[in-house]
């Protein structure tokens, strides 16, 4: 079946960058996704990359997708206080297919 | 524009009980999700409208959960005879399901806790 695997922790000092790792295991998987979620709010959308993409840039955000080894990252350069949350890993088929999410790796910056 | 709204933001209910939680989607929106993020399980899928086709419940974990979507628009999920694990944030999303525009668009949830 689909599985989407997050590491649940990331702490990073403020003005450095975090990467948050993520994989998957549906091949047949055709859209990545990244959501944030603030304490006590929803998803958020950040960005998202199709399958025959390797990069995507978005400001401060990175996105690396390895489609071999099915890794997708999302690195966030110069890291604020405000980035502290939980950031969502997902994958769908076709994009208008459900989601299948990661647990969320809950990122915490220190000033 | 309007983003995804959900209501109630909370909803705190007797166990046995029913509920209705409602979505309204982002306007000229033809897919609509629902998800469920609970502590134990994170975030699942339950069911999908697309259009006028018949929805995919295969994300709904009894037959005391249904959803409806009248007119293509405003959608409703009801759980029957609520339990204490039916406790977790309901989560809607819709879409716009043209090609090249795949985002899912989140609501703020509606909390619901089964005492």
New interface residues.
């Given amino acids: 079946g689909e599985d989407v695997e997050q590491s649940l922790f990331l702490s990073v000092r403020e003005g450095d960058s975090s990467v948050i790792n993520c994989t998957y295991t549906d091949s047949s998987s055709t859209y990545l996704y990244w959501y944030k979620q603030e304490p006590g709010a929803g998803l958020q959308l950040l960005t998202y990359i199709f399958s025959n993409m390797d990069m995507k840039q978005d400001q401060r955000l990175t996105v690396l997708l390895n489609k071999k080894d099915k890794h997708l990252s999302l690195r966030i350069a110069d890291t604020q206080t405000g980035d502290s949350a939980i950031y969502f890993c997902a994958e769908s088929r076709s994009g208008n297919t459900p989601l299948v999410f990661g647990k969320g790796t809950r990122l915490s910056v220190i000033a | 524009g309007a983003g995804v709204s959900q209501s109630p933001s909370n909803k705190v209910t007797e166990k046995g009980k029913d509920v209705e939680l409602r979505c309204d989607p982002i306007s000229g929106h033809t897919?609509l999700?629902w998800?469920r993020q609970s502590l134990g399980q994170?975030?699942e899928?339950l069911i999908?409208f697309?259009g006028n086709s018949a929805p995919?419940k295969s994300?709904l974990p009894s037959d005391r959960f249904s959803a409806e979507r009248t007119g293509g628009s405003v959608s409703t999920l009801t759980i029957q005879r609520t339990q204490q694990e039916d406790s977790a944030v309901y989560?809607c999303?819709s879409?716009l399901?043209r090609t090249g525009m795949?985002?899912?668009?989140?609501?703020?949830?509606t909390r619901l806790t089964v005492t």
Avoid: K, N
């Avoid at chain 2, 795949?102 to 949830?109: A, I, K, L, N, S």
């Fill in positions: 897919a999700y998800y994170g975030l899928f999908y697309q995919d994300g989560l999303a879409s399901d795949r985002e899912q668009y989140f609501g703020p949830g």
